[in-house]
Structures are given as C-alpha cells and as structure tokens.
C-alpha cells in the first residue's frame, strides 16, 4: 500500500449530503408500516361492451376494419399435422403438415418443403417445394420450386420448374379458356377468307 497516493478520507458530514443514521432509537412498543392513503385509479373503469359474433355472412359492425374475402378462407395445415377428408370452398391452402384428400373450388395451394398432399386438386394457382402425389388439375400456373416433388396425373396452363424440380407421370399442358387464336392478329389468309384486303 506504499504506492498509494496518500488520500484522506473524506468525513461524510463535510459532504454536505442529508445522510440517515443507521442506528434506529429504540421505540417504546412495536413498529407500525406507515399508512398508505387508497390508490385512486387515473380513469374510472369503463364499461366493456360485448361484441356480438357473426355466425352469418352479415356485414360487419361499424367501425371494423374491412377484410379481404382470401384473409377469410385460408386453410393452413401445419407441422406435423394430417387431414384427411373433403376441402372445398377454400381461397388458399398451405400445406405443412400432411393432407389426403380432394380439393375442388379452390384458388391457390402452397405445399412447403415439409409439406405432402395425397389426393386430388382443381385449382388455379399452384406452388409445390413438398410432395404431391395423385391428380393434378392447375388451371393457370404450376410452380415447382428446387425442392417439390409432383407424382401424378398433372394438368397444367403454364408450369415453371425450378433446377431440381421433379414431375413425373401423366403430365399435359392443357389448352387455355380462350378460343383458338384469341388475341393474335389475323393472318392474311384468314383475311382473305373474311373477304377482307391483305395489308
């Protein structure tokens, strides 16, 4: 301690700091906790309303905010879940999980890498990174990403696969709603049989 600064201490009450005794005086009888006045509460309670549920198509109540048809009818399967059955009147499924089962009037269907579908599905939109397996019927777009794997009888308007993708089966691209030659211009023997002049 002889390369210590030599350093006084400072007494406390030099300090001019409010400084309590730690020594209590004795009390003549037994100690009380101070009293404490009630606790007012900052606003009073508010009454809470029940809101009624819609069993219905009814419109919501006024002041909801509005929500989108597809927020409504969204089918999620997840991990380690499996359904089997009927699913019909779904905007969107997710599959996660594992599903054996038809699916008509549906929109889109995203099978993630964890997810399998056996089964049956008439859809527009698909996007496959699992397994499906059975008939596939997609009236616009197949996505198979890098990791999806498509068994089956498959129907398809357009399809992307992704390096790594695999479809297998009876695969078919189907023709489209529209009317041969929709949206094309007219050749100049089409014209000619109209009795049209060639341009």
Excluded: W
């Amino acid at each position: 301690m002889d390369d210590m600064p030599n350093s006084n201490p400072v007494p406390l009450d030099d300090l001019s700091l409010p400084v309590k005794s730690a020594v209590r005086p004795a009390a003549a009888g037994p100690t009380r906790p101070p009293i404490m006045p009630p606790r007012q509460p900052a606003d009073p309670p508010r009454p809470v309303a029940e809101v009624p549920r819609r069993l219905d198509g009814a419109t919501p109540p006024p002041g909801t905010p509005p929500r989108h048809e597809a927020e409504m009818r969204k089918l999620i399967v997840g991990r380690e879940i499996s359904l089997a059955g009927e699913i019909t009147s779904c905007d969107r499924l997710v599959v996660d999980g594992s599903v054996e089962a038809n699916l008509a009037n549906c929109r889109d269907v995203e099978i993630s890498e964890s997810g399998v579908y056996k089964g049956s599905a008439s859809i527009e939109d698909a996007e496959i990174r699992g397994r499906f397996e059975g008939v596939l019927n997609v009236r616009k777009r197949l996505l198979i990403r890098a990791t999806g794997r498509v068994v089956g009888t498959v129907r398809y308007g357009q399809i992307e696969i992704e390096c790594g993708g695999q479809i297998s089966g009876d695969v078919q691209a189907q023709p489209s709603n529209d009317p041969p030659g929709y949206g094309e211009a007219p050749s100049v023997v089409e014209r000619a049989i109209e009795g049209q002049p060639a341009q």
